[in-house]
């Protein structure tokens, strides 16, 4: 599977959208980005996926540029509750060997 | 439907203890996973089950970890003998055949 390289951390007001970046520059032709997500104390969250078209679910929008080498993941309307590590990580749709690195800290502030 | 149920959420142990951490998945679900999470890092693969087989061991090690799931449903993880850099919450999780994943909320272990 490819590697993905997030920012260690984010800041977001509440209310205003948060923006999170994933670059996947080796991504091949037949993999997937998804997006999780892990609040405090609790374990991973699946948010969205998409292979090369944006995608947008009642959490989240996905959009993956054009090159496929990079995404951003966006929380339209910010809440303390979405304080969380985000991860991104591109895998083979039936592979299901996900590879988490680090991922984003993204706090909300009031 | 009822999620990923783990226990215990928390155990403290000391090094050279036995250790074992039950996970019963989400009915239905034909593929059961073991993650090893360290303080600050993402959760990394241990185990994969698919049905009562063993799909992917790669990462466990298996000199101290070993890791079973009867009938296909339920299964158990255990640390014999356990050592201080195992500490970490342990989560497992639970998928249909493919796609996303659901994780249960983990066990804490630390090892003293």
């Known amino acids: 599977d490819a590697k993905t390289t997030q920012p260690t951390s984010m800041d977001c007001a509440e209310g205003r959208a948060a923006n999170l970046p994933c670059n996947h520059s080796?991504?091949?032709?037949?993999?997937?980005v998804y997006w999780y997500r892990q609040i405090h104390s609790q374990g991973p969250q699946y948010i969205i996926h998409?292979?090369?078209n944006n995608e947008t679910n009642e959490m989240a929008s996905l959009i993956i540029t054009e090159d496929r080498k990079s995404s951003t993941l966006i929380l339209p309307h910010a809440t303390l509750r979405d304080t969380a590590v985000y991860y991104c990580?591109?895998?083979?749709?039936?592979?299901?060997?996900?590879?988490f690195g680090a991922g984003t800290r993204l706090t909300v502030k009031p | 439907e009822a999620g990923v149920a783990q226990s215990p959420r928390y155990k403290i142990i000391e090094k050279r203890q036995s250790v074992a951490f039950w996970c019963n998945p989400i009915?239905?679900?034909?593929?059961l996973y073991w993650y090893q999470q360290i303080l600050g890092q993402g959760p990394k693969l241990l185990i994969q089950?698919?049905?009562?087989?063993?799909?992917?061991d790669s990462q466990l090690p298996k000199d101290r970890f070993s890791a079973e799931r009867l009938k296909g449903v339920d299964s158990t993880l255990k640390i014999q003998p356990a050592k201080l850099e195992d500490s970490a919450v342990y989560l497992c999780?639970?998928?249909?055949?493919?796609?996303?994943?659901?994780f249960g909320p983990g066990t804490r272990l630390t090892v003293t």
């Open positions: 999780a639970s998928s249909p055949v493919a796609y996303e994943q659901y």
């Open positions: 080796t991504i091949s032709g037949n993999e997937y």
């Open positions: 998409g292979l090369k």
């Open positions: 990580i591109v895998r083979l749709l039936n592979n299901n060997d996900m590879r």
């Open positions: 009915s239905g679900h034909a593929t």
């Open positions: 089950f698919q049905n009562n087989g063993v799909v992917d």
